[in-house]
Nanobody
Framework: QVQLVESGGGLVQAGGSLRLSCAAS????????MGWFRQAPGKEREFVAA????????YYADSEKGRFTISRDIAKKTVYLQMNSLKPEDTAVYYC?????????????????WGPGTQVTVSS
Protein backbone atom coordinates (compact mmCIF):
# COMPACT_ATOMS: atom_id res chain seq x y z
CA GLN A 1 0.00 0.00 0.00
CA VAL A 2 1.01 3.61 -0.32
CA GLN A 3 2.40 5.68 2.50
CA LEU A 4 1.65 9.38 2.63
CA VAL A 5 3.66 11.77 4.72
CA GLU A 6 2.78 15.43 5.12
CA SER A 7 5.28 18.13 6.02
CA GLY A 8 5.53 21.90 6.09
CA GLY A 9 3.13 22.71 8.89
CA GLY A 10 3.97 25.11 11.66
CA LEU A 11 3.12 28.34 13.41
CA VAL A 12 2.55 31.45 11.33
CA GLN A 13 1.02 34.86 11.91
CA ALA A 14 -2.21 35.86 10.27
CA GLY A 15 -1.58 37.01 6.73
CA GLY A 16 1.43 34.74 6.36
CA SER A 17 2.02 31.77 4.11
CA LEU A 18 2.93 28.11 4.38
CA ARG A 19 3.51 25.39 1.82
CA LEU A 20 2.51 21.89 2.76
CA SER A 21 3.94 18.86 1.01
CA CYS A 22 2.66 15.31 0.84
CA ALA A 23 5.08 12.68 -0.40
CA ALA A 24 3.88 9.25 -1.48
CA SER A 25 5.91 6.08 -1.26
CA UNK A 26 5.33 2.37 -1.31
CA UNK A 27 3.46 0.60 -4.09
CA UNK A 28 3.40 1.91 -7.64
CA UNK A 29 1.71 5.24 -7.43
CA UNK A 30 -1.55 5.13 -9.40
CA UNK A 31 -3.75 7.70 -7.81
CA UNK A 32 -6.84 9.06 -9.49
CA UNK A 33 -6.77 12.12 -7.26
CA MET A 34 -5.02 13.54 -4.23
CA GLY A 35 -6.77 15.70 -1.72
CA TRP A 36 -6.09 17.93 1.24
CA PHE A 37 -8.46 17.98 4.19
CA ARG A 38 -8.24 19.64 7.57
CA GLN A 39 -9.69 19.09 10.98
CA ALA A 40 -9.85 21.66 13.75
CA PRO A 41 -10.44 20.69 17.39
CA GLY A 42 -14.06 19.81 17.98
CA LYS A 43 -14.93 20.00 14.28
CA GLU A 44 -15.41 17.49 11.51
CA ARG A 45 -12.80 16.89 8.88
CA GLU A 46 -13.43 19.20 5.95
CA PHE A 47 -12.36 19.35 2.33
CA VAL A 48 -9.74 21.92 1.41
CA ALA A 49 -8.48 21.15 -2.10
CA ALA A 50 -7.93 18.29 -4.52
CA UNK A 51 -6.18 17.57 -7.77
CA UNK A 52 -6.83 14.87 -10.34
CA UNK A 53 -3.42 13.35 -10.81
CA UNK A 54 -3.32 12.77 -14.57
CA UNK A 55 -5.57 15.59 -15.76
CA UNK A 56 -4.12 18.14 -13.32
CA UNK A 57 -7.63 19.44 -12.68
CA UNK A 58 -7.93 21.26 -9.38
CA TYR A 59 -10.80 21.74 -6.95
CA TYR A 60 -11.12 24.02 -3.94
CA ALA A 61 -13.47 24.63 -1.08
CA ASP A 62 -15.13 28.01 -1.49
CA SER A 63 -13.41 29.48 1.55
CA GLU A 64 -9.97 28.64 0.09
CA LYS A 65 -10.43 29.84 -3.46
CA GLY A 66 -7.92 32.53 -4.27
CA ARG A 67 -5.83 31.87 -1.15
CA PHE A 68 -4.74 28.23 -1.54
CA THR A 69 -3.17 26.52 -4.52
CA ILE A 70 -2.80 22.78 -4.95
CA SER A 71 -0.21 21.35 -7.31
CA ARG A 72 1.63 18.11 -7.92
CA ASP A 73 5.03 16.89 -9.04
CA ILE A 74 4.57 13.61 -10.87
CA ALA A 75 8.24 12.64 -10.82
CA LYS A 76 8.48 13.21 -7.07
CA LYS A 77 5.05 11.71 -6.35
CA THR A 78 4.36 14.74 -4.23
CA VAL A 79 1.38 17.01 -3.90
CA TYR A 80 1.66 20.53 -2.51
CA LEU A 81 -0.68 22.98 -0.89
CA GLN A 82 0.45 26.59 -1.03
CA MET A 83 -1.48 28.57 1.55
CA ASN A 84 -1.43 32.36 1.44
CA SER A 85 -3.21 35.06 3.45
CA LEU A 86 -3.67 32.63 6.30
CA LYS A 87 -6.32 33.33 8.91
CA PRO A 88 -6.67 32.09 12.48
CA GLU A 89 -9.64 30.01 11.35
CA ASP A 90 -7.28 28.05 9.10
CA THR A 91 -5.75 26.54 12.22
CA ALA A 92 -6.15 22.76 12.02
CA VAL A 93 -4.40 19.50 11.37
CA TYR A 94 -4.02 19.15 7.62
CA TYR A 95 -4.18 15.72 6.03
CA CYS A 96 -3.44 14.56 2.54
CA UNK A 97 -5.25 11.58 1.09
CA UNK A 98 -5.23 9.40 -1.98
CA UNK A 99 -8.23 8.50 -4.09
CA UNK A 100 -7.68 5.46 -6.28
CA UNK A 101 -10.88 5.43 -8.29
CA UNK A 102 -13.26 7.96 -9.74
CA UNK A 103 -15.28 9.63 -7.04
CA UNK A 104 -16.33 12.88 -5.48
CA UNK A 105 -13.01 14.50 -4.61
CA UNK A 106 -14.66 16.64 -1.93
CA UNK A 107 -15.78 13.66 0.17
CA UNK A 108 -13.40 12.21 2.73
CA UNK A 109 -15.10 8.83 2.36
CA UNK A 110 -13.92 8.66 -1.25
CA UNK A 111 -10.29 8.47 -0.18
CA UNK A 112 -8.65 5.23 0.80
CA UNK A 113 -5.29 6.23 2.21
CA TRP A 114 -4.41 9.05 4.55
CA GLY A 115 -1.29 10.61 5.92
CA PRO A 116 -0.81 11.20 9.66
CA GLY A 117 -1.38 14.95 9.29
CA THR A 118 0.59 18.10 9.96
CA GLN A 119 -0.39 20.87 12.36
CA VAL A 120 -0.97 24.38 11.04
CA THR A 121 -1.44 27.11 13.61
CA VAL A 122 -2.23 30.67 12.60
CA SER A 123 -1.91 33.29 15.31
CA SER A 124 -3.86 36.53 15.28
Amino acid sequence: QVQLVESGGGLVQAGGSLRLSCAASGRTFSSYAMGWFRQAPGKEREFVAAIRWSANTTYYADSEKGRFTISRDIAKKTVYLQMNSLKPEDTAVYYCAEQLMTGDVTLATAYGFWGPGTQVTVSS
